[in-house]
């Protein structure tokens, strides 16, 4: 109860204890005028029956004024719970997106990767034959020089064989380094909505 409401009961509660120590008094019967005629009746009991009728007149008043304030709260409830389910519905399905496109690219980086190691054995199969021939045309051609042609050609082909290898493992890394950064950042995205999913659900129940 509020103090308005508090107020206006004490202000009865104390018309009450008027009434009753004033009793006989507000039961004598007087002459009133009512302007277009006269009777009579006692005055007091007339002015508390009024009194009483504002009275009611007034609490019913504001029994509907907070049924209907009640009423528009919960209207207003009901549009924000609203509100609050389309607004994670429409979160859910753009993180729904964010990981299906994640997972488009990480498909496509994949294959590029494999294409990318494809390129490379292939690469580094036709520099070790086109080195293979360059030896073999060198070594046909200058048999005079052999020796140091041979060990020439060995020295410069280790030394291709090597950087190859070394591009080749380089590329590995990038390539495998590229794909854990990616597989931890949509698993850290998944947990991050499989959390947004048990606080809605939490919050439903």
């Known amino acids: 109860m509020n103090l308005r409401n508090l107020t206006v009961l004490v202000i009865l509660l104390l018309v009450a204890v008027f009434a009753g120590l004033n009793w006989p008094l507000l ?11 006269r009777v009579t009746a006692p005055v007091g009991l007339v002015l508390l029956a009024v009194i009483a009728l504002l009275s009611l007149l007034y609490f019913v008043f504001i029994a509907v004024v907070e049924t209907g304030a009640l009423l528009e709260i919960r209207r207003y409830a ?19 997106e964010l990981k299906a496109y994640l997972e488009r690219e990480l498909g496509a ?17 036709e520099a070790r034959k086109a080195l293979s021939l360059e030896h073999d045309t060198l070594k046909a051609q200058h048999g005079e020089i052999s020796g140091r042609v041979d060990q020439k050609g060995e020295q410069l082909k280790s030394e291709l064989t090597a950087r190859l290898e070394r591009l080749e493992q380089a590329l590995s890394a990038d390539v495998e380094r590229t794909g854990n950064t990616l597989a931890a950042y949509l698993g850290e995205l998944e947990d991050r ?9 939490g919050d439903e129940a």
Do not use: C, M, Y
């Open 27 to 37: 039961t004598t019967p007087s002459e009133i005028n009512l302007v277009f005629t």
């Open 78 to 96: 009901r549009q924000v719970e609203q509100a609050r389910k389309l607004a994670d519905q429409a979160e859910a399905s753009r993180f729904a």
């Open 109 to 125: 980086l994949s294959e590029s990767q494999t294409d990318l190691k494809a390129h490379v054995s292939h690469e580094v199969g």
């Open 193 to 201: 909505l499989l959390g947004r999913a048990e606080a809605s659900e």
